[in-house]
């Protein structure tokens, strides 16, 4: 028999780059009652003057909604949060979590077998695009969970993205979401070493851009990273900087290592990451690496 979930009551973990305007877009809708909270207490203050309730901590989240979703920076954060704070603890039945951080798929299964221990549901729903595209509640969302999970969390994923895709079982949404990084990641360095080579011939390389956007190297790349920031040369902060994409990349390559798949392209754009860091960009918006080719 199917469980009947009756969301009414919304905890979001994470008021970052991405999770802060994600939150004030689930507020937006009054059927949902929405709390938020961030260890970092400007974040806090930042939602108290947009509106919005905050939490006084974690386990305030955990323990007074019907649903809770964490978005943090990383699967160390993740494993902190669930683990050694030991919110997976304060888990009750039939409540629903959903982590749309980027992760590795081990800890969301992990997790996974630990919450449907207590007979409560959780799904993996990393996100992807712009932070344009979270303010504007564009995203595009990859779920890992099963069916009736999916069916019963869409409209509240809804409210902030899209595309909601289903990629399958739990795990699946960050496998998705790694994979489509590390073809993005290493697309916005193709688009930089085009730049530098096009600026070095003395050519337009907004023109050229728009020239490629009609032929076969068109992509979401080239639309947004490229023409709003490679070639301006515009590097926000915030923004999903080099140490997020850094952090995603080390994903990927391990998910290759274990089966024994060679990646050279991830292997030079970690290196470039690397060296981006080294030299003061790692807090900037990641196609910044344009600067160190």
Excluded: W
């Excluded at 160390?76 to 982590?99: C, E, G, H, T, W």
């Amino acid at each position: 028999m199917s469980p009947k979930f009756n969301i009414k009551n919304i905890g979001f973990i994470g008021l970052g780059v991405m999770g802060m305007p994600m939150c004030i877009n689930l507020s937006k809708n009054e059927e949902f009652n929405v709390t938020g909270f961030d260890i970092n207490k400007e974040k806090n203050k930042i939602l108290i003057k947009s509106g919005l309730k905050t939490a006084l901590n974690a386990k305030d989240i955990f323990e007074n909604n019907d649903l809770v979703i964490t978005c943090l920076p990383g699967g160390k954060f993740v494993k902190k949060l669930y683990f050694q704070d030991k919110m997976i603890s304060l888990v009750r039945k039939n409540q629903i979590i959903i982590d749309m951080s980027t992760s590795h798929p081990d800890l969301m299964k992990k997790i996974n077998t630990k919450i449907k221990e207590k007979k409560s549901f959780f799904a993996d729903a990393p996100i992807a695009r712009t932070r344009q595209a979270a303010i504007d509640g564009k995203l595009a969302i990859m779920v890992g969970s099963d069916q009736v999970v999916f069916e019963s969390i869409k409209p509240v994923l809804e409210l902030v993205g899209s595309d909601i895709i289903h990629c399958g079982d739990v795990g699946s949404g960050q496998f998705t979401k790694i994979l489509n990084n590390m073809v993005l990641f290493q697309n916005v360095l193709a688009l930089s070493e085009a730049s530098k080579i096009a600026e070095r011939y003395n050519l337009d390389c907004g023109q050229l851009f728009q020239n490629i956007s009609k032929c076969s190297g068109d992509s979401f790349a080239l639309k947004n990273h490229g023409l709003k920031s490679i070639i301006k040369d515009n590097y926000p902060n915030p923004a999903f900087s080099v140490k997020y994409a850094q952090k995603d990349l080390s994903y990927a390559i391990d998910l290759a290592k274990k089966q024994n798949i060679n990646t050279p392209g991830c292997n030079n754009l970690n290196e470039l990451f690397t060296k981006a860091i080294n030299e003061g960009y790692g807090d900037l918006y990641f196609p910044v690496i344009k600067k160190i080719l």
